[in-house]
């Protein structure tokens, strides 16, 4: 039997993001395959998790594609994109509370790619007079990426119904992020 590494990975994802603190045993268990099975794939918890940075790196880069960010204004784009990341939010909420990721000089370079991408988005919405400008197009990146983490978590433990988690951070964010017309 070949082992789906991807699959692996995703049954991994959807764990790791509901209780971060799994073990590698329960990480095999949920992915349905044997402690030594997983530990051959993954050489323990911190190659597992180095894996599951580049599967959401990827799945946040085919987000950002899909959306379209230059199309339109600024604000269908952040629905769009919204919509487009939902299926891997809880991934990504895991992924930013993984301190290991982001210590030291091993940092992929993935997320600097993302960082980019996403701040120029808003970048281009400032310049365009659609977000305020008084935010810095770094903070409005943290934002949109703490909303999005924090979207993921108030769905899994049910204090936000899943059909709401697009409408509450496009609306949060752009309620804070609309440019005022000043009278």
Request: hydrophobic residues 45%.
């Amino acid at each position: 039997m070949t082992l789906d590494r991807e699959q692996v990975l995703r049954s991994a994802a959807a764990l790791l993001t509901r209780k971060s603190t799994a073990t590698m045993d329960e990480v095999a268990k949920a992915a349905g395959i044997g402690r030594a099975t997983l530990h051959r794939h993954f050489a323990g918890r911190d190659a597992l998790v180095r894996a599951l940075e580049n599967l959401g790196i990827q799945e946040f880069e085919a987000a950002l594609d899909a959306a379209e960010l230059d199309r339109g204004t600024s604000q269908e784009a952040l629905r769009r994109f919204v919509a487009a990341v939902e299926p891997g939010a809880g991934l990504l909420s895991f992924l930013v509370s993984e301190n290991q990721l982001f210590e030291g000089g091993d940092l992929n370079q993935g997320w600097d790619r993302l960082d980019a991408r996403v701040s120029a988005f808003f970048r281009r919405g400032q310049e365009r007079g659609e977000f305020r400008i008084d935010l810095t197009p770094a903070w409005l990146t943290e934002a949109l990426y703490g909303l999005i983490g924090t979207g993921a978590w108030a769905v899994q433990v049910g204090r936000v119904a899943a059909q709401d988690f697009q409408y509450m951070i496009v609306e949060l964010l752009l309620g804070g992020a609309r440019r005022s017309v000043e009278k």
